[in-house]
């Protein structure tokens, strides 16, 4: 347990982390993280891309790769490192990812980190003859109260295992007519998680745009309902299309509608800490592409920080 | 709703259909499954959905991904047959993890065990052999302690021997040049995997692959320095290799 260290978190007290500023996903030996060093003021580590998987009676473990690891605390050395998980499965009703949880308290102890995200998901099941089976992408929890009992108190226990907010990550879906309750949609399921859990939300922009163009709502109706106040980390990204639906693929440069929500989100979310470019290895965007990103989003963060000096934001809790 | 059972459902049906499998039994089962009958409609008209569809086709490309980036030398091997082969390594083996490595693994066991075209599998087997070795945890450190008669030697476990049946060095030629590999031959060319090979690998003699054979169960040397059927030299060889190694005897204050 890694708990108890510089802790800022309280128990049904959500407690906003110090402003970091713009950063970018964290890959090892990657040309446009090179390209970005002097432009970013904090580096998105994903712990399960230091490591390496082995099974052993059915048990699952994350090995270490120590070569990885060292150039990982050296590349992000004198910079602010986030964690930003993949493998946790923290929606998974039979459980989830030990392993990973394992994994971030070796991290943690090396390199403690302002705050921790998951995405809203779940990546394991039950198998159909037993054990389990790893569906291979992030599924969409349902927006029911069994699925906020099963996450709300997962949520608070990842808070105070480090002692630093934990943020949860909007998924992108493309499953139609997902089981609800009481007419709660993901916005409400997010409300309702930050409310009961104390934790923060992590707001992938990019995500919103994709089921807002897929499953055809207004995104900036759906942001003015969520509880912005709560918004500790944004992600931009870009994609593609593929038979008809907006994917989550990390792509392409970062489309305008992106840009118009993070101008719109910005001044209305007094707790925000960190935008974030997501870079994807397989996608292999030109540096000098990459770069445009951050300081695109370097120049509304300026704009962030004005607004929180002057004390004058749109309808800020 | 069961949370748990609809997720089983759910996560099943998209594995199945991603995996190329039939998901008639999944859907077989949902009536044994603690669902509102609401739900189990929408999870048996869910996979008719376009949003399914490319739900399903988004763990095929990366499973796809993972074997092309960890499986490279066996994808050239096995060439012109590489995506039948891939489909019936997606059909036979659900998808476990979400790490290049661990499924690149998974699919150069599969490949050697199952495809039988000239050259494959020993190629799949060294490149298993070779990222076993790389991903293990302790590297080489280079030196070798002298050995008193009756020294337990025993293999590294990391360490391989694969059969090749043709000239190794002509095999991969062949196939990192593109060209048409060697006939096959009656007789076997050892090959070594092992920590201390500069590159990890090397062709070995027919002497050096029986006494890595006879290093299995661990055994002791005799007052040459030898093994039953190997020679001195021969051992020696092998460990400056990193392919035998001293076999570890619990200290007089350990707990047994």
Known sequence: MAGGMDSTWKPDDFVPPRR??????????????????????????????????????????????????????RDTEGVPVVVHGLGLSIGSAHGWNTAYLDLLDALHALRPFPWHSEHLGFLTVE???????????????????????????????????YGVPFLLENLTWYLPGLPSEGGRDEVGFLNDFVERSGCGLLLDLYNLHC??????????????????DRVVQVHIAGGDTHNGFLMDVHSHAVPEPVWELLEWLVPRAPHLAGISYELLDE?????????????????IWHWHLALAEKGTRHGAA | MALRDWQAALGQLVEARS???DAAPVLASLDGRALAEEERHWLREVGGSPGFALTAEVPRWWRHQRVGRSARLTLMALGGSADAVLRDYL?????????????????????????????????????????????AASAHGGT????????????????????FDAPPEAVLGALLKQAPLPEPEARRYPVLVAPGVPGLWRPATPEEASAFAAGSEGTPLDAAGALPGSSADVVAALRVAGALRLRETPGPGSLT
């Open chain 2, 144 to 163: 070798v302690p002298e050995l008193a008669p009756g020294a337990v030697l025993e293999r590294h476990p990391s360490a391989a021997c694969i059969l």
């Open chain 1, 20 to 73: 970091l500023g713009v950063g970018l996903t964290y890959i090892p030996g990657a040309p446009a993280v090179e390209a970005c060093r002097g432009a970013v003021d904090f580096l998105e580590l994903s712990p399960d891309i230091l490591c390496h998987e082995q099974f052993s009676g059915g048990a699952r473990r994350l090995v270490p790769q120590p070569a990885r690891w060292e150039q990982a605390l």
């Open chain 1, 283 to 299: 996608a292999r965007m030109a540096p000098e592409a990459v770069l445009r990103q951050v300081e695109r989003a370097r120049a």
């Open chain 2, 91 to 135: 059909r036979e083996v659900p998808c476990f993890t979400l790490f290049f490595i661990a499924e690149g693994l998974s699919f150069l066991d599969f490949v050697a065990r199952t495809v039988a075209a000239p050259h494959v599998r020993p190629i799949a087997e060294l490149e298993r052999a070779l990222w076993t070795l790389k991903l």
């Open chain 1, 211 to 228: 089921n807002a163009v897929n499953h055809r709502f207004d995104a900036f109706e759906a942001l003015g309902r969520l509880r912005l």
């Open chain 1, 127 to 161: 198998a159909p003859g037993g054990g389990e089976l790893n569906v291979g992408t992030p599924l969409p929890l349902p927006f029911t109260e069994e699925a906020l009992e099963l996450i709300v108190p997962r949520g608070a226990a990842l808070a105070r295992r």
């Open chain 2, 19 to 21: 995996s190329g499998r």
